[in-house]
């Protein structure tokens, strides 16, 4: 059997902070470093912080105010970006005379949130990613970054299929702790039929949520009578929040992740496996809980049948500092490893993408199924 893991950026729609149009690159920099949207973020993150607050001191309505303003939302409630939605009481005023003040003591006095602005995902790029998915025809997928379950089971009905791939038989997805829509979920075939899902959206350090998204335990009965469980993560990114503070969110998680594998394990379960976008390089300490600190997880990339193409990398152009998504295994799972691989087809490569052969239909880099390569593993089980 196959099993992928793929970030697929969002099927049909995607926060419009999140999309590279809104990127303001730097002369001469990495494409894949922008700014425009990463501020946006920030701002739209502390900014939530503090209006969730229970009581707004003057320090805090000052903050509220300028983060209002760096949003674009001094004159109105709707910006390029974002929105401020505001359904009772009021949180502000506007006078005539210009500027915001801030009229709300607290999050009692008024109900409301700050909401991102969504935009289409380009069509052919939604077909580019459903092509990547219909090659590698995986028995198990874990999906990263989908919108929601229903975006992923139209995905698969209508445009896996309409490709020439075959649809899935399973879809699952539970929606996570982000706000901007980016889940993970899992399709399998009907030979890897989900018996039982396990979230851990509400797991806690103190009262720290731990998660960004989720780590679901996908618990799966294989036709050949064998029990599977797939963990899929999606880790804190470094875009945004301070790179020590993102660095931190990752290693908390990275531990809790091993505690839910190491659970599992003294279950009796032997065939484990943790797949997706950890958000960081092998030999970083945020992920030292998974792959050092005395783990017996197993990469599929040191297995000597794993292709990566020649690049080590899984996402942008493809080098040793990008490799950030992964298939973890149980000894058991890596004992049945028989190929693995990376798939660049949907990514397009460097600035003219021709680092790599990419499918035909990809003319242009907004055509591109992700800017993170699929990566795979096939299992004797």
């Not at 945020?286 to 193409?309: C, E, N, R, T, V």
Request: glycine share 10%.
């Amino acid at each position: 059997m196959r099993v992928v893991a793929f970030n697929v950026e969002n099927l049909f729609e995607r926060a419009r902070a999140l999309n590279r149009d809104e990127w303001v690159d730097e002369p001469g920099s990495d494409p894949s470093r922008w700014s425009a949207g990463r501020a946006a973020l920030e701002g739209y993150s502390k900014l939530n912080a503090l209006l969730r607050k229970t009581t707004y001191d003057a320090a805090d309505k000052a903050a509220i105010v300028e983060h209002l303003k760096a949003l674009g939302l001094e004159r109105n409630d709707e910006s390029k970006l974002v929105v401020l939605r505001k359904n009772r009481g009021a949180l502000l005023k506007r006078p005539r005379s210009g500027g915001i003040e801030v009229v709300a003591n607290g999050r009692d006095d008024w109900i409301g949130w700050l909401e991102l602005k969504r935009e289409p995902v380009d069509e052919v790029a939604t077909r580019n990613t459903a092509r990547v998915l219909a090659a590698l025809d995986a028995d198990v997928v874990v999906v990263v970054e989908a919108e929601h379950r229903i975006s992923l089971c139209r995905f698969n009905e209508q445009v896996i299929e309409a490709v020439g791939g075959r649809p899935y038989d399973h879809v699952m997805l539970i929606d996570g702790n982000d706000e901007r829509g980016i889940d993970v979920g899992l399709m399998t075939r009907a030979g890897a039929a989900i018996d039982h899902v396990r979230s851990h959206v509400d797991d806690r350090e103190g009262k720290q949520t731990i998660f960004s998204r989720d780590c679901p335990e996908f618990h799966l009965r294989l036709a050949s009578g064998e029990r599977l469980v797939i963990l899929a993560n999606h880790l804190k990114s470094k875009g945004y929040g301070g790179a020590a503070q993102s660095a931190a969110r990752r290693e908390m998680q990275a531990r809790r992740i091993r505690g839910i594998y190491d659970g599992l394990r003294a279950d009796g379960i032997e065939h484990v496996a943790i797949a997706g976008d950890l958000n960081d390089t092998p030999d970083s300490k945020p992920l030292a809980p998974l792959l050092a600190d005395g783990s017996d997880l197993k990469d599929i990339s040191a297995h000597p049948s794993f292709d990566d193409g020649g690049r080590p990398g899984t996402y942008g152009n493809s080098t040793k500092s990008n490799k950030i998504d992964y298939i973890l295994l149980s000894p058991a799972l890596f004992a049945k490893v028989t190929a693995g691989g990376i798939d660049r087809r949907g990514v397009w490569g460097g600035r003219n993408g021709t680092l790599w052969p990419i499918f035909p239909e990809i003319t242009e880099a907004h055509e591109a199924a992700s800017d993170h390569a699929a990566i795979w593993a096939d299992l004797d089980i």
